[in-house]
């Protein structure tokens, strides 16, 4: 994510002026209509600004940095910021205080999102979109946070016997996440299993979640659902590292895979080469050489509650 993104700032200022003299040109030819010229133009001009003040606001965060406290939150639990240089460290810093700004949590049945519990979700989200200047998370919706694993019949009900999503990108917009789950995710960073990446994996997916991100490029898209339908089989037949989950549709087989391409990185690429070239290559991350990559685990990791 770019935090002033230049070219399309200019973009906008061109079809801006351009769209102005476009409609400039009937007054220009009668004298009588002059007078709406500085109204197209003005109105123009708020129009551009209303656009531009997203990114001057994103200036004074970049200025400003990441709050000190919050710092120290990255340091103690989050592996990826530890392993990053000097400056990775102050851009992911600022993607995530502008994802901060940008989005709101809010907690559930009694939760209290404490600022400690905001970085960690804005950390998740941000590791997606990192290495991709030209990718932002849009207004997709609120991120809830809720108490614990909740029933995803729509009703979202927590403390219930058949209480077993972890997470969930609603259909209309918004994230939820089961506070214990995402803290978990942290704890043990390399179990396959992050709802955070899980969720946000959802939400770059689309409103219509199909396993084929958006932001895939028209190049990539046979070789992505080739690799990805063969490895889906594969979860089906009982022969994928992959948890089972992964194979309840296309779309949770694409958030379940990029849980494990970032948890677990190393043993994706020897397990499937090809799958996690195509993660690589999507998202520009290399997790498995990074200082922070853990190797092959000897035994398989427990299921984890799913999510949705």
């Known amino acids: 994510m770019q935090v002033y993104p230049r070219k399309r700032i200019h973009g906008r200022a061109l079809v801006t002026a351009g769209l102005c003299f476009l409609l400039s040109l009937p007054p220009l030819s009668r004298w009588k209509a002059l007078w709406l010229l500085p109204v197209i133009w003005g109105a123009g001009a708020v129009w551009f600004l209303l656009f531009l003040g997203k990114y001057r ?5 970049m200025a400003r940095g990441l709050d000190p406290e919050l710092r120290k939150v990255l340091e103690k639990k989050v592996s990826f910021y530890g392993a990053l240089g000097p400056g990775d460290r102050v851009d992911y810093e600022t993607q995530i205080a502008v994802f901060l700004q940008e989005h709101r949590i809010t ?3 009694g939760v209290t999102v404490t600022p400690a519990t905001k970085v960690l979700v804005a950390a998740t989200a ?7 200047p030209a990718w932002e998370f849009h207004d997709f919706g609120e991120i809830l946070v809720y108490p614990g694993a909740f029933t995803a019949d729509g009703h979202y009900s927590v403390n219930t016997a058949d209480s077993d999503a972890a997470g969930m990108m609603h259909s209309q917009g918004g994230v939820i996440l089961s506070l214990p789950h995402l803290l978990q995710g942290f704890e043990a960073d390399n179990d396959g299993f992050n709802v955070g990446y899980h969720e946000f994996a959802h939400v770059l997916d689309g409103v219509r979640p199909d396993g084929v991100p958006g932001e895939l490029d028209l190049g990539s898209y046979r070789p992505w659902v080739s690799v990805m339908q063969r490895e889906f089989e594969k979860v089906h037949r009982g022969r994928s590292f992959l948890r089972n989950y992964a194979g309840t549709n296309p779309a949770e087989f694409f958030a379940c ?7 677990k990185p190393v043993e994706m690429r020897e397990r499937s080469p090809e799958l996690y070239l195509q993660l690589s290559r999507f998202f520009n991350q290399n997790p498995a050489d990074s200082p922070d990559a853990f190797p092959t685990s000897p035994e398989p990791t427990p299921e984890s509650p799913p999510n949705t």
């Open 126 to 132: 941000v590791r997606l979109v990192f290495r991709r």
């Open 257 to 263: 895979a990029v849980e494990f391409f970032f948890e």
């Open 107 to 109: 907690g559930v049945a």
């Open 57 to 61: 606001v994103r200036l004074a965060i």
